[in-house]
């Protein structure tokens, strides 16, 4: 059995472990297969979401993330997905010129969105010639009309907009969007769209997505590889317990919808459970079953070749 297939079984299995907030776990054999699992992934909720809405409209971030959705430029996915449906948004961006190194808009459009057929009025990205506050409430009144038009979708629980995706990254320090280890901006729950101008990370000014609009997503990826990440994935992913640092990516939660986390062995390897050795990678999935009395943990081995 190769890991591929046991991402299918990951899959079937995380859909009825209803009551583990950290969602579901596809580890992937190298960055190839993560590449082709995620275009996969990208394509069947693009498909349901037209199917159902007659739109999708998904969130982008930096980062690697652009260029593991690279597949998507290719066959079949050129060809089979409904482009001209697409409504493209970030859930975070560097307050630069369109034009900059750092800019998130270029790096989507340089990577994705110049090479395959997206309706350009659809690809909403920031005003880059205004304050960081100013781009992060302009933003917030663009997403705004949207949701009024239902190009998105709002939340029933919420006054949110509920994307059809937002797809993440995850830094070292556990950060996703422009949401950082101890930053204030991990406390605003009235605003959709908020900035900041200390970022941790050049360059400072950027603004973001709060925590209650990526929780109110119908689906939720975090894509993160690579060796340098697998402590914060640990932490982010891993029942630590009471001291367990709080993480930013640990807060993603999605309140109604899926949280899908796309990782390659690297990425992987400090997770719980998990064990290489001989050429062999084995991997315990915990289900937790809630039941009168307390919370049981119950293990399942799989052993991949």
Not at 164 to 182: E, K, R, V, Y
Not at 252 to 280: C, E, H, Y
Request: hydrophobic share 40%.
């Amino acid at each position: 059995m190769n890991l591929k297939l046991v991402g299918k079984i990951v899959k079937s299995m995380a859909l009825s472990e209803v009551n583990n907030d950290r969602g579901e776990l596809r580890i992937l054999e190298n960055l190839d297969e993560l590449r082709t699992d995620l275009a996969d992934y990208i394509a069947e909720l693009s498909e349901a979401a037209v199917k159902e809405r007659g739109v999708f409209a998904i969130a982008l971030s930096g980062g690697s993330l652009i260029d593991l959705m690279g597949k998507l430029c290719g066959a079949p996915y050129n060809k089979t997905i409904d482009w001209a449906k697409w409504y493209i948004f970030w859930a975070d961006e560097r307050v630069v010129a369109k034009n900059h190194s750092d800019s998130n808009y270029k790096l989507a459009k340089d990577g994705l969105l110049s090479k395959v057929p997206i309706v350009p009025s659809h690809v909403h990205s920031i005003n880059d010639s205004v304050s960081a506050e100013e781009a992060a409430d302009e933003y917030m009144f663009v997403i705004r009309q949207l949701v009024k038009t239902r190009m998105v979708s709002v939340s029933d629980i919420s006054d949110c907009p509920k994307f059809d995706l937002i797809l993440l990254g995850m830094g070292p320090d556990g950060h996703i969007a422009s949401l950082f280890p101890n930053h204030s901006a991990l406390d605003e729950t009235d605003e959709w769209v908020t900035f900041i101008i200390d970022s941790p990370k050049p360059p400072p000014e950027r603004i973001t997505f709060t925590l209650p609009v990526i929780n109110s997503a119908s689906n939720v990826a975090m894509v993160v590889t690579g060796e340098r990440k697998a402590e914060a994935v640990h932490l982010a992913i891993d029942n630590i317990g009471p001291d367990c640092p709080s993480l930013p990516a640990r807060l993603v939660q999605p309140t109604k919808g899926k949280l899908v986390w796309f990782l390659d062995k690297p990425a992987a390897s400090k997770l719980d459970g998990l064990q290489f050795s001989d050429g062999k990678f084995g991997i315990h999935f915990v289900r937790r079953e809630k039941t009168n009395k307390s919370w049981e943990s119950q293990c399942k081995r799989f052993s991949v070749v």
